[in-house]
């Protein structure tokens, strides 16, 4: 079984509000990413959530994922990664994780099903997706690698580990991954060249 997690922690300083709200198509960014996880072939949707967690928990409470509140979110991404996986590494069962950013969205179920038919295909222990001449989130993690994720720290996220072990990565096409929005001017080119 596969599970996804979704960081979410952050606290969106250079937007000056949570990232996670912003509407694209009537939902926020953040129902988004767990629409995408609950309709992929992922057995569980975790949400780590860290900066203004109780409101942002307000608005995706209904869909009945797993919530967790990272309290050392301000030490990092690479916390909220490890707190996820401490979450569930004790789970029978539970053969990769998919990780994945809130602020991504055009993450898909279809990405994240791509994710994991490509390692079924490949046995490779990561495979993350391509984009802008890069790889990287979201990707999914075979269980043998999450003793290397629980050692990331600070800002280290995923892709630490991508240039590690270049041998062990497939990757799938995934070319509007490079959309992100991080400011007010990313949010409103966005919504222009993607309305």
């Known amino acids: 079984m596969t599970e996804v997690i979704i960081l979410a922690a952050g606290?969106?300083?250079?937007?000056?509000?949570?990232?996670?709200?912003l509407l694209y198509r009537g939902k926020t960014l953040l129902e988004l990413a767990v629409e995408a996880?609950?309709?992929?072939?992922?057995?569980?949707?975790?949400?780590?959530?860290?900066?203004?967690?109780?409101?942002?928990e307000m608005g995706i409470q209904h869909y009945g994922v797993n919530i967790l509140v990272n309290p050392n979110w301000t030490d990092g991404m690479a916390s909220s990664i490890i707190w996820g996986?401490?979450?569930?590494?004790d789970k029978t069962g539970i053969d990769n994780a998919v990780i994945m950013l809130c602020d991504q969205p055009f993450v898909s179920s279809f990405i994240i099903d791509k994710l994991i038919d490509k390692h079924q295909e490949t046995n490779k222990k990561i495979i993350a997706c391509e984009y802008d001449k890069t790889?990287?989130?979201?990707?999914?993690?075979?269980?043998?690698?999450?003793?290397?994720?629980?050692?990331?720290k600070g800002q280290e996220g995923a892709k630490k580990i991508l240039a590690k072990?270049?041998?062990?990565?497939?990757?799938?096409?995934?070319?509007?991954?490079?959309?992100?929005?991080?400011?007010?001017s990313d949010y409103q080119a966005f919504l222009n060249t993607f309305k």
Not at 85 to 89: A, C, D, G, I, T
Not at 135 to 152: H, K, M, N, T, Y
Not at 166 to 184: L, R
């Open 11 to 21: 606290e969106s300083s250079r937007l000056g509000f949570p990232k996670q709200t």
């Open 37 to 56: 996880g609950i309709k992929s072939k992922c057995s569980e949707v975790m949400v780590v959530l860290g900066a203004s967690a109780k409101t942002i």
């Open 85 to 89: 996986l401490n979450s569930f590494k």
């Open 135 to 152: 790889i990287g989130v979201p990707a999914l993690f075979d269980r043998s690698v999450f003793p290397e994720l629980l050692l990331l």
């Open 165 to 184: 072990y270049p041998d062990d990565v497939a990757t799938i096409p995934f070319e509007t991954g490079s959309v992100d929005i991080d400011t007010i």
